[in-house]
């Protein structure tokens, strides 16, 4: 399924809820705007291959995207450091107030307190009182006023204005982004759990034989060549060393020959006296056959789910 090691840690971490979720973080130096450093960690890889990698593993159904927040950007520099500012429409200064205003029928527009006569309201220009609001005047909660120009409007003009960079921008110019999360799946952890548990359970038994146990290390092989070992368990006694080297393999079904025998030839280029075949679901007939012939020690899911029940019911 994946074949590299990493990407199992990734999802490792999330099971075991050592981290909750994949945060998104704002870059405005990214392409992407917005990365996630703690995979970028656990994957050790760029932000880019690990910000597709997260979206194929929510494709393939393991993690579920959540949306998070939207963020506004300054279209020149990817700034989200915007000020909102308003000024008038007339003068553009931006020494405007806001207050409530009262229009009377006569024309006059102006703060609802210069309107205000002991407990009556009357029109401060014709004198007239005022009667019934939406027939002879309007009120508006919200009116402003230019304190330069002494202008009276409806709407300020509004823009923002970045901080970074300087641009005054626009409402409709505002560049925007919405950022996800990403978190493990239900149905992708029973299946990883499957993975795990026995790979926990393998080291525990591993380690109290008395093995050094290491976690998907590369092996010089004598042949020369570099193998990838899921679990690499070592004993010394005296001048001699024995090796166990357990290999994990997964398929939609049947777990192919190929892999076997794959592993096989691992394990005797690095000298491993026992091997463990850990095959998700299971072997097809053709691979149990080479397993056999190879001794190598197999689990199976059915196996793995005694093994499981076992360790719950402790
Ligand atoms: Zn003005
Ligand atoms: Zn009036
Ligand atoms: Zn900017």
């Avoid at 840690?9 to 973080?25: M, Y």
């Avoid at 204005?161 to 925007?176: F, Q, T, V």
């Avoid at 070592?234 to 939609?252: C, D, M, N, Q, W």
Wanted: aromatic residues 12%; contains cysteine; hydrophobic residues 35%.
């Amino acid at each position: 399924m994946f074949k590299d090691e990493r990407i199992w840690k990734l999802l490792e971490e999330l099971i075991e809820k050592r981290k909750e979720e994949l945060k998104p973080q704002f870059d405005p130096s990214f392409e992407k705007l917005y990365r996630y450093p703690e995979a970028e960690e656990i994957l050790e890889k760029p932000p880019l291959i690990t910000f597709y990698l997260i979206e194929d593993l929510a494709r393939l159904g393991y993690l579920k995207k959540i949306f998070k927040e939207k963020l506004f950007l300054c279209p020149v520099c990817n700034s989200n450091e915007l000020k909102y500012e308003t000024y008038c429409p007339k003068c553009h200064s931006a020494y405007i107030l806001k207050m409530k205003a009262i229009e009377h029928q006569c024309g006059y527009l102006g703060k609802l307190e210069t309107y205000q006569d002991g407990k009556i309201l009357r029109c401060p220009k014709c004198l007239q009182e005022l009667q019934i609001i939406g027939e002879d005047y309007k009120f508006y909660s919200a009116y402003y006023q230019c304190q330069d120009c002494e202008e009276y409007f409806k709407e300020p003009k509004e823009f923002w204005h970045c901080r970074k960079c300087g641009a005054i921008i626009e409402k409709e110019n505002l560049k925007e982004v919405s950022l996800f999360s990403y978190q493990l799946k239900e149905e992708g952890v029973s299946e990883l759990k499957l993975k795990t548990l026995p790979k926990e359970q393998i080291i525990n038994f591993l380690k109290s034989q008395g093995y050094e146990v290491e976690e998907s290390v590369k092996v010089n092989g004598r042949s020369g060549a570099e193998h990838e070992i899921d679990i690499l368990a070592t004993k010394k006694s005296g001048p001699l060393e024995h090796r166990i080297v357990v290999g994990f393999a997964t398929a939609k079904e049947e777990v192919p020959a190929e892999e076997v025998i794959k592993l096989y030839a691992k394990a005797y280029d690095v000298n491993a006296g026992d091997i463990i075949l850990v095959a998700l679901p299971k072997l097809s007939a053709d691979a149990l056959h080479f397993a056999k012939h190879y001794q190598i020690r197999v689990f199976e899911k059915e196996d793995l789910e005694r093994l499981e029940k076992a360790f719950f019911e402790k």
